[in-house]
Each structure stands twice: as C-alpha cells, then as structure tokens.
C-alpha cells in the first residue's frame, strides 16, 4: 500500500488569526482514492485543502507528494507541489481578464514553459473535455456559473494533477448548474482521478465516495466507506449530520 | 484683425512650433518612464518585501509632499553643487526635466496602480499560485494586468497632468511651448496674442492624448466588462 500512496498528511496543524484551526489532521489519498470532505462549517475544511497544496503553510505536521517529504520552507518544492496537486475553488477564481483558453493555457506558458501552441492544443483538449468546445474564446464575466466552474476544473487538469482537491465546487452554483459540475466530476472519477472533495451534496458524494472523512473542530473524528457510516443500523456523527442536511434541502441520504 | 493673424501666424506659430518639438521630446519620455517607474513602486508598495515597501512608500512621500518646482530646482540648480565624495552629478536641463517630471509622475501612478491592485480579489493570486507559479510570475501575469485596466482612467488623468506640468521645464531654461511663448511676448509686448496661442498649443496636446488613451482603454478592454451604453 505504502507505495501508491499519493499525497499524505501527518499531524497538521494550522493556526489562523489566533485560533487552532487544525489540530493535528492526519489523511493519506492513495491513487484512484475519491474521499468526501465534510462536517460543518468552521470545521477546517477548506483549511485543510488549503494546506494540503501549501496555500496555507501549516504551523507543524508532515506533508508527503507521492511519498517524498515537502519541506514547507523550500520554495521550488512548494511550487512543485502545487503543480501536481490541483485545486478547485468554490467561487471559481477564473483570471477575469483571459479567455476561457487562456485560463487553461496561461499555467502551461508561465509555469510549464510549454510555447504557445503547445499550451493552446492542450487547453483545447481540456475544454472539449469538460464540454465548453464553443465557449473557448468567452471572457469570465460571459460565462455562467457552471461553465466557470468546468473552465476551472480544465485548467487543474491542464496541468496533468495527481490529485485534485475541489473546495465545496458547487456551493456557489444556482441549483440548475449544479449537475453540469457533477457529471464533470463523475467523469473524473471514472477515470481513475484521486480526489478529496469537501461537499454538501451528500447524496452525490455517497454514490462516488470511497471514503467520507468527517471533520469537526480541526479533528478528523470519523472516517469510513459510505455504507459503512450510513447504515442504518449505526449511531454515526455522519449520519447525524447527513439527516440535518437532508431535511433541510429534502435529498435523500 | 488682420494685423492680429499676421502676427500669429508670422511670430506666435513658427516660434512656438519649434517648443512643440521641445515639449515632445521631453512628454514622451516622461510619460513612459513615469508609468513604468509607478507600476514598479505601486506594486513594491502592495506586494514587496518590507524594506522595498517602506523605501517606495518614502519615495512617494517625497514626491507628492514637495512641489514640482522645487524638485526642478533641485536637480537643476541644487544637484551639481553638491559632492558625493569626489563625484558631482551635473545633468544637463533637458535630462534634469525628465527626471523631475518621471519621478513626480511615477509617484502619482504609483499610488492609482496601488489601488488597482488592493481592487482584485485575494482569490486570483491565490488561484495562480494553486497551479504552481510563484509570486512575482502570478503578479506580472494575473493581478497587475487586471490592477492596471482598473487603473487606466487614472494613470489617463496623470499623463494630462503631466502634459501641463512639463511648461515648467521653461524656468529651468529650456524654450519648450511656455518658453518659447513667453520670449515671443517680452520681444513682442503682445501677451494677449500670445499666450492665447500657447494655450491652444496645450489644449491640442491634451486633446490628442485623450483621444490616444481612449483607444488603448478601449483596446484593452475585457469583453463581458463593457458598460452598458450606446
């Protein structure tokens, strides 16, 4: 097992503005692995994604890239890191003012060295991918919320990630875009992509998920398949938390 | 009347065409060095490491604290005597105006670049280092080309600024416009003529430039962006 492990996180912990956001987190995503993130806001979430591609360098803790040690204060090794591990906003953060092509293609020339062509096939390749093959030469501002959230999904996959994170990659969506954004990430999953998503789409995520991590209080307090942490037979925080969810937006658990 | 247009076209106009090119040749310079010297110390001043920022804040300080005149004097009268070491730094007037107006007009951008900077969303910087650039890589291309589009209409407004504030090049002797209008006057003693002449001369600078920096704010603009307007 140890060696396909892709990315592992041992004891993270992250302060932010004076609190103990992280308190010691330990996750490991082996290849082709899909774990589902959730647990209530404030829990650490989106911090602990954060600091799994070093956007937020945590305080202590140990962070491995397909079983190498990152050394949080290495800069090239940071920037090495990022590439490999591609991260998917809940707001998008498309670069406002590049087309849909140059979004995807930008990384690949600046960061790749990769020529113009080159980047610009590739970013083709990934737009057609996530079904935006007529909405290439579009700015942000001309897209909907769903076709933003695909661009920015392609340009993560430009950039060849073993790993993808995806921050809450639906929360920002009007309801009707939502499943535009899913099928793209089912595809992903089917083919073989290691994911850790953080969601509220609970029922989504158990037909997907090999894993539920639930988080709360910068803990990791259960982890478990689905059907595992769902069944109708056990007392889990999980499914307590699922049950809240689901009566309030009426999805099935 | 005719005496009028007679002497405006035969003084006022040839006199003052030759201060055209004058003033050309030192607006041009200035504008760009003073944009790029704003674009640098702006982003220095969000973006830089603490010593860099404190020494760009201090500069700015400077420049916009003092009056124009007074750093013209400086570098044209005040300069050459002063030694550093064995060393004197002696400029001639033209250069010491173009330093003058770059570094006065770099101040100025440098503080419209900083609000275009602090204007875009943490979330594009952080979106480009997610996918693996480094800092100065993801400002150069994603933050400060959007800073500057927000930017624009203020650096516009520097560069007519600018335009005006190069007459003063005419106290440290050189026959720019201003200069040359006002040798015609004292020669001639007709100040209404000409200094009216000298007017239009500017007014048609800021004219054209307008129309210039329209077009680039025009070309640069990002589509899904645009005001609603006919």
Redesign the interface.
Known sequence: METNTVLEAKNIIKNLGGNTVLKGVNIALHKGDIKVLIGPSGSGKSTLLQCL?L?HIPEGGRLLLNNKEVHFKN?PGL??L??KV??I?Q?F?????LSAKENVS??LR??KKQGKRESAQRAEIELQRVGLDDKMN?????LSGGQKQRV?IA??LA?DPDVLLLDEPTSALDPELIGEVLVVIRDLAKNGMTMLMATHQISFSATLAHQFVFMEDGLITEEGSPKELLAENVNSRTKDFCAKISELTGEQA | MNNFIVFITAHVIPGLNSGLVVSIKLIIPSAILGIIIGILTGTFRVYGPLPIKKLSDAYVAVFRGTPLVVQLYFWYFALPYTNFGDFRIVMSAETCAIVGFSLCSGAYHSEYIRGGLLSI?S??L?????????QI?AIK??VL??AF?NSFSGCSNEIVYLIKYSSLASIITINDITGMGRGIAKESWRNVETYLVVGLYYLALVTLANIILHYIEKKMK????EKEHA
């Open positions: 591609n956007l800069k920037y090495q990022r590439q591609g991260m906003f707001d953060n498309l670069f406002d003012h930008i990384a600046k960061v579009l700015y942000p501002a001309q920015s340009r993560a950039m | 969303k979330g594009q952080l979106a480009a280092q997610a996918l693996g650039m480094n890589t291309n994603i080309p959007q589009r990002t589509p899904g962006f």
